[in-house]
DNA sequence: TCAAATAGCACGAAATCCGTGCGGATTGCT
DNA sequence: AGCAATCCGCACGGATTTCGTGCTATTTGA
């Protein structure tokens, strides 16, 4: 299926509302998943699990505690989107080889100059991810921007 | 998940099959599955499924009875890998709009003028998208046919 | 008449993803 | 010291999607 999944969906949420925080007034603070979660129908708890994720990743900074939260640890134009992804689903199977086309006679297709022929597909993904790379957390943030108006409570599972 | 099906990459072994037999020698015949499931680990009963998928989209053309099979219904420059994607796992939901940033307050986002830029995802998608628009079955057939030398049989599910 | 092949439908199993529960550790404020 | 807010880590049940298969009917050529 080529679509993201909610996980990263709404990672991308937290990280445009963090680009945001950052570029209007108070740089540096640290936002609580409580406020994030406010602006938009997401849940709570999953959100939190997915900044979680994000922090491992090391492209958002939290602190804990009284006023922690999370804050931005490289400005907007330098996160892409595709590592944003692969914080949170894995980066897909493009280094190595892939499931479909592979012939039981060769090996496990180390380093072997016949590999990128075999699977044209790689190609495909690699074009796709190499969007990915070329697209922003700020080329994101700056056109939703205008959206991001009023707070708006959570329809669903507001715990 | 940013990964094909596996009925897509099915899909994409059978057609590029076609393609090779089209290419070399026998054009218009047609290919039955069983010959198909014979070159490829893949599961002959799944492939036949996805085979008819292909079918009803008129991406191929079928025969029934004895001497039945496959064959390709246009140039092989001439079909795409998003329709390829379209026709086997639908669509990906670009035109509507999207999960995610969507607020409760606008009515259900009909052609209002704030709907392209509530979800800048989409143009993500919309790239994703033009990319497999732009990829075509003869790109990936040319490449992967020096592979497809001899025959081997079904590892798994030799049904 | 028979064998080979596609067409159609539907079903169980497997994998993935979603969302949540619970306890623990930190930190700032009173 | 105590308390409340917040992040951290682990793990689990349910929902959704996908995979793969079974069965039967229909068509076609020998």
């Not at 707070?151 to 669903?156: A, G, T």
């Amino acid at each position: 299926m080529i679509q993201l999944t909610k996980r990263t969906e709404y990672g991308l949420i937290a990280l445009v509302h963090l680009a945001d925080a950052a570029l209007t007034g108070r740089d540096g603070a640290f936002v609580s998943v409580r406020e994030i979660a406010e602006h938009y129908p997401v849940p709570k708890r999953l959100l939190a699990e997915v900044l979680k994720d994000l922090a491992r990743a090391e492209l958002v900074e939290s602190a804990r505690g009284k006023d922690g939260g999370y804050t931005l640890r490289r400005q907007p134009d330098q996160i892409t989107l595709a590592e944003v992804v692969a914080a949170l689903e894995g980066r897909p199977s493009i280094s190595s080889c892939e499931t479909a086309e592979r012939s039981p006679s060769s090996s496990n297709c180390g380093l072997e100059p016949v590999c990128p022929i075999r699977s044209p597909l790689h190609r495909v993904r690699e074009g796709i991810w190499g969007l990915m790379e070329r697209t922003t957390l700020r080329s994101l943030a700056q056109t939703s921007s205008l959206v991001q108006a009023g707070p708006l409570l959570q329809p669903k599972a507001l715990t």
